[in-house]
């Protein structure tokens, strides 16, 4: 996404099925720049032969985001400024039965065993129709905990809270 607003629902995955661990799959490496107050954050991103710089400010279901592609050469450079707020994941995309883009985030490293499940939407009404299959379990799209711009600041995945 160049320019705009993001909207998306994220779940937290306790199990996911083999089907969707077999979907196509790229490793993604993230490391923030800054983190700031109201859920404002500027990353890089290498995700298999792309680099991103990515803007985002606000929270919950609609963010404002702001990407640029970078060559391997910027994204380099910048690296390096991230080494205090890094993360790592597995992205395996599918389809949801209703033709909707399911991203499943098996993530790596230190949050080896943190599973979380995000669908983006065309706008808000989209979003609140949207009923998640019965794997996904509970969603977290308002909770801080699991925000990557958290995630990057923890030892080990966030320890799981009461529905």
Avoid at 36 to 51: I, K, L, N, P, Q
Avoid at 86 to 92: E, G, N, T, W, Y
Avoid at 137 to 163: F, H, I
């Amino acid at each position: 996404m160049p320019g705009g607003v993001e909207v998306e629902r994220k779940w937290l995955v306790e199990q996911a099925p083999d089907e969707a661990l077999a979907a196509p799959s790229e490793l993604i490496e993230q490391g923030y720049l800054t983190i700031g107050s109201e859920g404002a954050e500027t990353r890089v991103r290498r995700r298999g032969e792309r680099c991103l710089l990515t803007v985002k400010s606000g929270s919950g279901v609609s963010r404002a985001e702001h990407e640029v592609e970078l060559t391997r050469e910027q994204f380099a450079a910048l690296w390096p400024a991230t080494e205090s707020a890094r993360l790592v994941k597995r992205r395996h995309v599918l389809e949801a039965q209703d033709g909707r883009v399911i991203e499943l985030d098996v993530y790596e490293g230190r949050l080896s065993g943190l599973i979380v499940a995000e669908v983006e939407f065309d706008d808000p009404r989209g979003a609140e129709a949207f009923v998640a299959p019965d794997w996904f379990g509970r969603e977290v799209t308002d909770e801080a905990a699991y925000k990557n711009q958290c995630l990057v600041r923890l030892d080990e995945p966030p320890a799981p809270t009461s529905p």
